[in-house]
């Protein structure tokens, strides 16, 4: 109802008022009836009293002969309160006296005059005539004989006056009882209301801010029960900050977990939709995270992984136990780099019951297997290395045997010309497998402390080792750099990153292109100031894609699937770091060439390398400080 009020104050306003008013209304009512009827009894009374009265006088007039005192008393009748009209008649009807008018001038209606025939003695005849008009009649005797008869009317106003008189004092004593009860209840209401309008605020207030606190505690206005209502909901709300407190510390805990958990974590639902996800899971699939939110697993991972990754997460909803550390294999779709995840499915119950999202742990442990496969490899090229070693020092002794009998054929007397130079192309030939012996004992025995060492030896000692596979390729060797040109470095170090480069640049190489070696004296090209040498290895071969040039001094990262290590550039660029220096690559892959028969691809790696006194006393004592624990030991 919208005429209704709302308040609960005004609520008992209103039903009170509507109460007092039907009170009152019925009272006046029933009392209105009520003093009807007396007022009727009475008046009937009356109007008879007064007719027997009237006649009583006219009687006595007449007995002493006074007629004139008859209609005096006609007239003094007339001017009672109660009765309208007052008239004398005659035995037959005539009007002698009249209260209003002159004698004469009225006469008896005809329900009047069949009263008259009714009267009887001394009684009273009292009758309702037209218009509920009142009237009573009594006979009047003089001597014994019926002189007349005396006629009252009832003054119907005078009733109306009283029942007036009833109703208003009835009417403002309602309207006192009403105001007093409503200002009772104004009063009444307030006490109520006002605590009921706190409490209300405060619940509206919970409501549309349930984390703000600051209308709280609501004041105790009353005492009472409501009062006692007030201060529960106070406690209430302050048990519930409490547990929104802990509630948001364990969110924000969970949450700062979720987010930096070194290990990637989601949680999908039975359709396999991703309903949360973290930074590091985000990263392992290359996707952002917001792209993660409603989409599939089969959409943002491979299909053999996807299929994998949704069996598990199927037996977690299915069993309702946790699937641990199932290994999948996948590659990078961007760097087509193989990658290893260790993945494990769990069931999320919100409810004892019921288990609605899979919770899905995945760890990458790419780096570890390629580490563990990086480090058998190491491992058979560290005994291939040894074994290496062990054949070149075991070459030397019957080579030096060989050499000194090529030595005595060669100045044998009476030796044929022909012969003497087959002994002669011998003994070179031992003389360079003495040498590459050599080379191989230089890579395996490297010196632990730095020294100045010749460029030109370091870089003809590896170009030595790659002799053969040079002269298969029909690469064409380009030598730039001068004889006497020295460096104080880890010689046994640089001769590892000449070899590295040098190595790539044969493998990235078709057979008949270039391989440039050039070395001179520079300077750094983000600090001029720096003096020292600038070393580069070009070759023209495939060349490198902007995707591959980002990541090659990663570790593990590498082209040559079943060759290759990873580990080659990461630790030369590890050394040229550990000297203090740079390096600087360009290269144009083929890919990008339209007419590769007019334009040069290929690859040129850049590398310097300070050499000033003030930095080989500091690599020398770096050095001398890491050896000397072991020495000591």
């Not at 070696?517 to 495939?542: C, E, F, M, Y």
């Not at 490198?544 to 040039?549: C, I, K, L, N, Y």
Request: hydrophobic share 45%.
């Amino acid at each position: 109802m919208r005429w209704w009020p709302r308040s609960i104050r005004w609520q008992l306003l209103a039903g009170l008022l509507a109460l007092e008013l039907l009170s009152v209304g019925l009272f006046a009512l029933l009392l209105f009836r009520q003093q009807t009827h007396e007022l009727a009894d009475r008046a009937q009374e009356r109007i008879a009293y007064e007719a027997r009265s009237l006649a009583l006088q006219a009687s006595e007039a007449l007995a002493e002969q006074q007629i004139g005192w008859v209609g005096l008393s006609v007239r003094m009748m007339g001017h009672s309160p109660t009765v309208a009209q007052a008239k004398f008649t005659d035995p037959a009807g005539k009007v002698l006296f009249h209260s209003g008018n002159e004698a004469g001038e009225s006469t008896l209606e005809p329900a009047e005059i069949q009263q008259m025939t009714l009267v009887n003695g001394n009684a009273v005849r009292c009758v309702t005539l037209a218009g509920n008009r009142w009237e009573c009649v009594h006979a009047v005797y003089a001597g014994g004989t019926l002189r007349g008869f005396a006629w009252v009317s009832y003054d119907k106003l005078w009733m109306d006056e009283q029942v007036d008189s009833i109703l208003r004092s009835t009417m403002i004593f309602g309207a006192i009882w009403i105001a007093a009860s409503a200002l009772l209840v104004l009063v009444m209401g307030r006490s109520i209301a006002r605590p009921i309008s706190v409490l209300h605020r405060g619940a509206v207030a919970l409501m549309n801010a349930p984390e703000d606190v600051a209308h709280f505690p609501l004041p105790v206005v009353v005492h009472n029960e409501i009062g006692d209502l007030i201060e529960t909901f106070n406690r209430m709300v302050a048990s519930l900050a409490e547990q929104r407190a802990g509630l948001n510390d364990t969110l924000s805990l969970l949450d700062s977990m979720l987010a930096h958990a070194p290990i990637g974590l989601a949680f999908v639902d039975r359709n396999f939709r991703f309903v949360r996800v973290n930074r590091i899971f985000a990263s392992l699939t290359g996707v952002p995270i917001s792209r993660h939110l409603g989409r599939t697993l089969g959409d943002l991972l491979a299909a053999g992984a996807a299929q994998e990754i949704e069996a598990a997460v199927t037996q977690a909803f299915s069993a309702e136990e946790p699937v641990r550390n199932l290994e999948i294999n996948g590659a990078s779709a961007a760097t087509r780099r193989p990658w290893t995840w260790l993945v494990s499915t769990y069931p999320v119950r919100t409810q004892p019951a019921q288990v609605r999202w899979a919770g899905v742990i995945a760890l990458d442990a790419s780096d570890r297997k390629r580490s563990e496969e990086a480090l058998r490899r190491s491992e058979k090229l560290a005994v291939t290395g040894r074994l290496a070693a062990s054949i070149a020092h075991e070459i030397n002794n019957p080579l030096e045997a060989i050499t000194n009998l090529l030595f005595l054929l060669e100045n044998l007397d009476g030796m044929p010309e022909a012969a003497r130079q087959y002994v002669s192309m011998a003994e070179h030939e031992a003389r360079r497998i003495a040498e590459i012996t050599q080379q191989t004992l230089r890579f395996y025995r490297q010196p632990t402390q730095p020294a100045r060492a010749t460029l030109a030896d370091l870089l003809d000692s590896v170009l030595s080792l790659y002799h053969g596979k040079l002269n298969s390729l029909g690469l064409r060797v380009e030598r730039r750099y001068d004889p006497a040109l020295t460096l104080f470095c880890f010689a046994g170090e640089i001769r590892q990153v000449i070899a590295n480069l040098i190595g790539n640049a044969i493998d990235a190489s078709a057979p008949g292109g270039r391989l440039l070696v050039r070395a001179r004296s520079s300077r750094d090209w983000k600090n001029p100031s720096q003096s020292g040498i600038r070393l580069a290895v070009a070759d023209t071969g495939a060349g490198m894609a902007p995707g591959v040039r980002e990541h090659i001094f990663e570790a593990f990262f590498t082209t040559k699937e079943a060759t290759g290590t990873g580990l080659g550039l990461w630790v030369s660029h590890e050394i040229v770091l550990k000297h203090h220096g740079r390096v600087h690559v360009r290269s144009r892959p083929a890919a990008q060439v339209e007419d590769a028969a007019k334009t040069a691809t290929g690859t040129v790696f850049e590398i310097f390398l300070p050499d000033h006194p003030e930095f080989a006393q500091a690599l020398s004592l770096a050095a001398e400080t890491k050896t000397t624990p072991a020495t000591r030991a």
